[in-house]
């Protein structure tokens, strides 16, 4: 019998956090694939639980690799995606949203690790959105003062999620194999409720682009597991030095997440007062609202 052992938390920790174990009923929400865990991380034979949207699913894998996942007796569709397991907890008419540059060969496909945050999905989604932040949390890598303002972008909404383009922020450390400064380009894409991705210009290859993505795992409404996925054009850093920079960041993140009240994110457009450099956040509430969403945010019109 492979073991069995809790990979995450106690539940009763999440409890303490302010996070609701109810079951997720949110027909949008259950309807969305899911990453539950990076497969280095799954040592076959290996069975242990994780949570997913207020529910205990269990993750198995065999001898021989084959991963399956069930929720109590009922089994799950499992598909391996991008170096992780995914599943859903509904009837998903779609499959996994694309990344396509996971598939070019000379790309480091990296999970850069799989971080557990007292926060809501929503809430970590726009995190990675802001730029504004830079200077400020990230300071010295990712922005450094004066240098703070963040310039006119585009922001367009369709049904394959939220796009912003045409984002450029000056960053003193851009990647991992950055040797100065440089004016980062980006692109942001939200192809999922509670995951998102960039493009980011490449310190060595200016007609290709990085690709990062923050794959969200809801853990219940307030309780999240972010797993970092890392699609580099680098061939200098180690395995080892790339995750070390992404969990430097993500770290940095981590705290602010902590602290910002209240943990679900707000869908009302007045709820939060938006400034310039928030159009992409504005946009991604709206687009949360426009699906009907209700997990791990407050509704419009809520008084939750
Ligand atoms: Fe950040």
């Given at each position: 019998m492979p073991d069995r052992s809790p990979s995450l938390p106690a539940a009763g920790k999440?409890?303490?956090?302010?996070?609701?174990?109810?079951?997720?009923?949110?027909?949008?929400?259950l309807a969305q694939w899911y990453p539950l865990a990076a497969l280095d991380e799954i040592a076959a034979p290996t069975c242990h639980d994780t949570l997913l949207l207020g529910a205990t699913v269990t993750v198995e894998r065999t001898t021989a690799g084959v991963c399956s996942v069930a929720d109590g007796s009922r089994p799950l569709p499992a598909r391996t995606r991008y170096g992780y397991l995914w599943t859903s907890l509904g009837d998903p008419d779609h499959e996994v949203f694309?990344?396509?540059?996971?598939?070019?060969?000379?790309?480091?496909?990296?999970?850069?690790?799989?971080?557990?945050?007292?926060?809501s999905a929503p809430r970590a989604v726009e995190n990675f959105l802001d730029m504004g932040h830079f200077p400020y949390v990230h300071t010295g890598i990712l922005g450094a003062e004066p240098r703070t303002e963040v310039l006119d972008y585009d922001v367009t909404t369709g049904a394959d999620g939220v796009l912003a383009t045409r984002c450029r922020f000056y960053?003193?450390?851009a990647a991992a194999m950055a040797t100065g400064g440089q004016i980062s380009e980006y692109v942001y894409r939200v192809p999922h409720p509670y995951c998102v991705m960039l493009y980011k210009s490449n310190p060595t290859d200016p007609a290709r682009m990085d690709v990062i993505a923050l794959l969200n795992q809801p853990l219940t409404e307030e309780t999240v597991r972010a797993h970092n996925l890392l699609c580099l054009l680098d061939d200098v850093s180690t395995d080892a030095e790339l995750r070390r920079f992404q969990q430097l960041i993500f770290g940095q993140d981590k705290t602010i997440l902590e602290n910002q009240w209240p943990r679900r994110l707000p869908l009302a457009p007045d709820a939060e007062m938006p400034v310039r450099a928030d159009h992409s956040s504005v946009a991604y509430r709206r687009w949360l609202s426009a699906l009907g969403v209700t997990y791990a945010v407050i509704p419009a019109g809520s008084t939750a």
């Open positions: 999440m409890r303490h956090d302010g996070g609701s174990m109810e079951r997720c009923t949110d027909p949008v929400a694309e990344i396509p540059e996971c598939d070019e060969p000379d790309r480091r496909v990296v999970n850069a690790g799989s971080i557990t945050v007292a926060t960053q003193p450390q």
